[in-house]
Nanobody, 115 residues
Framework: QVQLVESGGGLVQPGGSLRLSCAAS????????GDWYRQAPGKQRELVAR???????YYLDSVKGRFTISRDNAKNTVHLQMNSLKPEDTAVYYC?????????WGQGTQVTVSL
């Protein structure tokens, strides 16, 4: 059984930082593309960052220079370091793993950026 378990969300003030983690079981995460999506209330889910199995990265324009996606293959985990957070970053963040036609989602973790 494949599981992706996110952690690290929470409440942070504008300008603060959070580090999200996505721990995988049942798959070898390093051969999958690892993604972070987010969905704010009333909005569509959007791709925030991706790191392919070949270590190519993609970032949503609005997070470039602030967010960094990384892997820890020894721990079968993908991280999202989020710095200089803004209120508009508030959303539920979802981990996603994709390999060919196979894809898996985590349950989501809430990130709230507010005073």
């Amino acid at each position: 059984q494949v599981q992706l378990v996110e952690s690290g969300g929470g409440l942070v003030q504008p300008g603060g930082s959070l580090r999200l983690s996505c721990a995988a079981s049942g798959i070898i995460f390093s051969i999958y593309a690892g993604d972070w999506y987010r969905q704010a209330p009333g909005k569509q889910r959007e791709l925030v960052a991706r790191r392919t199995s070949g270590d190519t990265t993609y970032y949503l324009d609005s997070v470039k220079g602030r967010f960094t996606i990384s892997r820890d293959n020894a721990k079968n985990t993908v991280h999202l370091q989020m710095n200089s957070l803004k209120p508009e970053d508030t959303a539920v963040y979802y981990c996603h793993a994709q390999f060919g036609l196979l894809d898996y989602w985590g349950q989501g973790t809430q990130v709230t950026v507010s005073l």
